[in-house]
């Protein structure tokens, strides 16, 4: 398995023959050169959307229409984009799963809010969510945008995830912080990778507390597309 930061939340996540880009917003992210586009995206088999806000969905419709192939997601957004955008989808919602040849994907609740700006203001974009990313023989939890959730509880119970990739910011999603009690509190991982920070001043800038509050964890603070193998 190998994973690759986009910056901020975006992942390029090679797995059981499958190239995943998730959340892939590069096109005015100050994180991402633009110069490694084309070498971000190439290969990929799907797109893996969490929720609608254009800091995580930015270039998904692009990257999707140049490479034919499909977006991975709530089911009410992606609807609505196969119809106005002819693009192909993989719509489910919370708690189902879809299979990508060797690759387990189940959609998990977020707390967190989702839409597509427009003139007239937001627009409804579908509910915001996580992933559980199964194989090779093991589990990735992407957080998408959110908060500390109960939820956690159960993710945890029912697929043991050994990976997280957890928003951590600040402002927007938990923090660092509530990431590490997060983490400590509900989940066994073995690795993980905080995301959503440093893009913006207002976003926490390292993962100190992070790493501080998870003793025992491989807390991995990820660089723009160098590959972090697992």
Not at 126 to 137: L, Q
Not at 202 to 218: C, D, F, I, W, Y
């Amino acid at each position: 398995m190998k994973i690759k930061w986009l910056g901020h939340s975006g992942f390029r996540i090679e797995i059981a023959g499958q190239i995943l880009l998730v959340d892939p917003w590069m096109t005015g992210n100050p994180m991402f050169d633009p110069a490694l586009r084309a070498e971000a995206i190439a290969g990929a088999t799907h797109v893996l959307l969490s929720h609608a806000h254009g800091d995580h969905s930015g270039d998904t419709l692009s990257i999707v229409k140049e490479l034919g192939i499909p977006v991975v997601g709530i089911y009410d957004l992606l609807a609505w984009w196969q119809q106005t955008e002819g693009i192909e989808t993989i719509g489910f919602n919370k708690g189902g799963t879809v299979k990508l040849d060797d690759v387990s994907i189940t959609m998990v609740n977020a707390t967190h809010s989702s839409s597509i700006a427009s003139d007239s203001g937001p627009i409804y974009g579908g509910t915001e969510c996580g992933f559980m990313i199964s194989g090779e023989g093991k589990t990735i939890y992407f957080s998408g945008d959110t908060d500390v959730m109960a939820d956690m509880e159960i993710f945890e119970a029912l697929h043991h995830p050994d990976i997280g990739i957890l928003c951590t910011g600040g402002h927007f999603t938990m923090d660092m912080a509530r990431a590490a009690w997060a983490a400590k509190r509900y989940f066994n991982f073995k690795t993980v990778i905080p995301c959503h920070y440093r893009t913006f001043p207002l976003l926490e800038q390292s993962a100190e507390k992070l790493t501080a509050g998870l003793p025992g964890v491989n807390v991995i603070e990820p660089e723009v597309m160098q590959a972090i193998d697992l």
